[in-house]
């Protein structure tokens, strides 16, 4: 088993920056590939980024693309997403998910029912 908890949510005007952090535990060695989804209210699950563990290919959505970061320290078990020049409609549940693999590659991972795991979800909001 592997287990997340994400941090780093909260609120912030249109243009500002947070980052996000999940911090994974458990079974860290099995994992493959992590990935950010969101959902707003309303609105189903959406990709966000997606990283391999091992050689830290990413893969972006591309309403995030040039403004979103995704990173990984393999040493803490942590993977990270800087999201600069917020919009409002960023605004979601944040959520971290990883997956045991294997996959073709990093592009395989935006679709959320390969993951194995899911943390809580993290609330951004963004306002205008």
């Known amino acids: 088993q592997v287990q997340l908890v994400e941090s780093g949510g909260g609120l912030v005007q249109a243009g500002g920056s947070l980052r996000l952090s999940c911090a994974a535990s458990?079974?860290?060695?099995?994992?493959?590939?992590m990935g950010w989804f969101r959902q707003a209210p309303g609105k189903e699950r959406e990709f966000v980024a997606a990283?391999?563990?091992?050689?830290?290919?990413?893969y972006y959505a591309d309403s995030v693309k040039g403004r979103f970061t995704i990173s990984r320290d393999n040493a803490k078990n942590t993977v990270y997403l800087q999201m600069n020049s917020l919009k409002p409609e960023d605004t979601a549940i944040y959520y971290c998910?990883?997956?045991?693999?294997?996959?073709?590659?990093?592009?395989?991972?935006?679709?959320?029912?390969?993951?194995?795991?899911w943390g809580q979800g993290t609330q951004v909001t963004v306002s205008s």
């Open positions: 998910a990883a997956d045991e693999g294997p996959g073709p590659n990093v592009n395989y991972y935006s679709d959320y029912e390969v993951y194995d795991y």
């Open positions: 458990g079974r860290t060695f099995s994992i493959d590939a």
């Open positions: 990283i391999s563990w091992s050689g830290g290919s990413t």
